[in-house]
């Protein structure tokens, strides 16, 4: 699992591709008394509370532990410290987080999120800061329909105590949900509403993560000259507060946007740059970014051979991170090589490979790249009824998460 990467000001965690809120350590509560004698993996947790009403105990079994989790009602912080201890466990401790979860995390995380759930069901109600944190955890587990209500509840109290920080981050996380679904225009929303409070706050950072999100999202769209205008301002506040994390990301939207317009050498000075930056802080998902999106300029000049290196490199680090959307993307760009040698077969199966990754994960933009590609498969195969099939869910996608149609499909009848 590969440490997480923080804001300067810890307020802000990195994704990969996206800046989402890192809630406060002081959200904890982890002064209530309380009894826990597991370890996540065997052991029973036992939250036993000095109430002599036990017919609201809640009892969870799940088979990535040992034991049963058993919790007494007697107040809200006695439950959130609880849930809190199980987060610490998994490495959601307060200002830190890890940036990806393994398979056997995820079971644990699926444990976390059921407690939690299950607590709200009762009744109980959860902390705003820890609601963020399960947020953060559904997210990274791809349950984003969790984490879009772990959000929704946290906006709600964070709007009744008045508490503008809590709401901005929550605005956040929701737009980051919004994104991944393919709901462009909701996320353009939410990460705007973020925008306008960091501003009233003065708070620099979170303005430059809302900004470095409001360029990703203008990027999907197509306006190149808008996501330029947005990664160049959250650049300059990068630059300003000394976030190299944040320095870094900014010159890879940059660069991607360099290549996308075909200036193929200023997409790999910047690419380079930011290459650097990233080994230098140590940041394996931003490396593995940084290494695909040259990968994707060295293609682009007609250089097979360097073009499969770096997407190889790129994907042994996301598969040693477990970074299945990254995983999904290397295998993609691999599969458009091995087409373009000819290797029909091979470039089939990676692009079924990343298909199968990209429903997994609920990314429906990476999806319709996946049917794309295959596709151009069928097509060089003279199957028009496959390839007719292919394109016609391609298009139905791109209808549904607001991306606009390619003329070419239009023309054809799509």
């Known amino acids: 699992m ?41 052991g029973n947790v036992n939250v036993e509370q000095n109430s002599n009403d036990v017919s609201s105990a809640i009892n969870l079994k799940d088979s990535a532990m040992s034991g049963d989790i058993n919790i007494t009602q007697n107040s809200a912080s006695d439950f959130i410290a609880a849930i809190d201890h199980l987060l610490k466990r998994l490495g959601f401790d307060g200002q830190s987080s890890p940036a990806e979860l393994t398979p ?3 079971k644990e995380v699926e444990q976390v999120l ?13 902390d705003p800061w820890t609601e963020i944190t399960l947020g953060n955890a559904a997210t990274l587990a791809g349950r984003t329909h969790s984490a879009q209500q772990y959000y929704l509840r946290a906006l709600e109290t964070f709007r009744k105590n008045g508490d503008r920080q809590g709401e901005s981050a929550s605005l956040i996380g929701l737009g980051v949900i919004a994104r991944t679904r393919g709901d462009l225009v909701e996320a353009e929303r939410l990460q705007r509403e973020s925008l306008a409070i960091k501003r009233e706050i003065g708070d620099r950072q979170g303005e430059a993560a809302s900004l470095n999100n409001l360029g990703l999202i203008a990027e999907t769209r197509g306006d190149l000259a808008e996501a330029e205008r947005l990664y160049r301002e959250c650049l300059a506040i990068m630059r300003e507060i000394g976030d190299r994390q944040g320095e870094a990301a900014s010159l890879n939207g940059l660069g991607v946007i360099a290549q996308t317009r075909g200036d193929l050498a200023e997409a790999e000075r910047l690419q380079r ?107 060089s195969r ?22 606009p149609v390619p003329q070419w499909y239009l023309n054809n009848g799509y």
């Open 273 to 379: 740059e930011s290459l650097a930056i990233r080994r230098e802080i140590d940041d394996r998902h931003g490396e593995a970014m940084s290494l695909h999106n040259l990968g994707v300029i060295a293609k682009a000049r007609g250089d097979l051979a360097e073009a499969e290196r770096l997407y190889r490199e790129s994907l042994a680090i996301k598969r040693e991170i477990g970074d299945r959307g990254g995983e999904a993307t290397s295998l993609i760009g691999l599969g458009v090589i091995v087409q373009t040698r000819g290797d029909l077969a091979e470039a089939e199966r990676l692009q079924r490979e990343s298909l199968v990754i990209m429903r997994e994960i609920g990314d429906r933009q990476g999806e319709a790249y996946s049917l794309v590609n295959l596709a151009v498969i069928a097509q």
């Open 104 to 106: 056997s995390q995820e």
């Open 2 to 42: 590969a440490d997480p990467i923080f804001s300067p000001d810890g307020n802000w965690m990195w994704t990969g591709s996206e800046w989402i809120p890192a809630p406060p350590s002081s959200a904890s509560g982890a002064d209530s008394t309380i009894n826990l004698e597991d370890s996540m993996i065997s």
């Open 114 to 126: 059921e407690m939690s759930e299950q607590l709200a069901g009762h009744g109980i109600e959860i």
């Open 382 to 403: 003279n199957d028009p009824t496959e390839q007719r099939r292919l394109n016609t869910e391609v298009v139905k996608i791109w209808r549904e998460i607001g991306i």
